[in-house]
């Protein structure tokens, strides 16, 4: 089975605090992807990654930052956090599957919930 | 750009009968489209996925959905509802290609009725 874990089920920040949400997949996925999700937004993409060291925006990337220095961890940074990044934050994981590149399944972790104060 | 709507916030049904959730896609070229379920505290998982093999497609807990071109639809249906059917569905699209990024709608709440 495909396992996608993040750090922390909650979390409780301050506002300007830096923030670190870790995420590990053991499934030797190329892509990673941060998401936040919103009642009545639905899911957002905020950063997303298809190699190590390699990022790219995703819709809403503003406040935010990642990191991917190995294969199977991508981290999402909030520099300095604010009230408004209160919000549920899933990550997921998938193959990059070539020539059906587009039909690949992703799995998700079980998300972190942030309150920022 | 691609984009897909569900419409209403939160469906409700009686244990026992026909589930239907709505998902609608703006596109000009038929992209890939999934269904994704999210029971409470739980992250999301892939109910099934439309990759133009077969227009009907059928997914995990007797779940199904149907692409139509011509509507530029793919409902998500269940014959029967379950209590344990209770959770929030998404409906999502990725257009075809390389390194295409997927895009969520909104979200349905499914709430299943004793």
């Known amino acids: 089975d495909v396992k996608v874990t993040q750090s922390s089920r909650y979390l409780v920040k301050r506002t300007g605090e830096k923030v670190f949400l870790e995420c590990v997949q053991d499934?030797?996925?190329?892509?990673m992807f941060w998401y936040r999700q919103d009642p009545g937004l639905g899911l957002r993409l905020i950063y997303f990654?298809?190699?190590?060291?390699?990022?790219e925006k995703g819709d809403i990337p503003e406040g935010y930052s990642v990191s991917r220095e190995k294969k199977e961890r991508f981290s999402l940074i909030l520099e300095s956090a604010s009230t408004n990044q209160t919000s549920m934050y899933l990550c997921?994981?998938?193959?990059?599957?070539?020539?059906?590149?587009?039909?690949?399944?992703?799995?998700f972790g079980p998300g972190t919930r942030l309150l920022v104060l | 750009a691609q984009s897909v709507t569900q419409l209403g916030s939160h469906v409700s049904v009686s244990e026992g009968a026909l589930v239907l959730l709505r998902c609608n896609y703006s596109s000009s070229v038929p992209p890939y489209l999934f269904w994704y379920v999210q029971y409470p505290n739980q992250g999301l998982q892939l109910l099934l996925k439309?990759?133009?093999?077969?227009?009907l497609v059928k997914g995990i807990n007797g779940f199904e959905a149907e692409f139509k071109k011509s509507e530029t639809s793919f409902h998500l249906t269940k014959p029967s509802a379950h209590m344990s059917d209770a959770a929030e569905y998404f409906c999502?699209?990725?257009?075809?290609?390389?390194?295409?990024?997927?895009?969520f709608g909104k979200g349905i709440t499914l709430s299943v009725r004793p």
């Open positions: 999502a699209v990725r257009p075809t290609g390389a390194n295409s990024k997927l895009t």
């Open positions: 997921a994981s998938s193959f990059r599957a070539g020539v059906h590149s587009g039909v690949e399944t992703q799995y």
């Open positions: 499934m030797d996925h190329e892509n």
């Open positions: 439309y990759t133009s093999a077969a227009t």
């Open positions: 990654s298809y190699d190590v060291k390699m990022k």
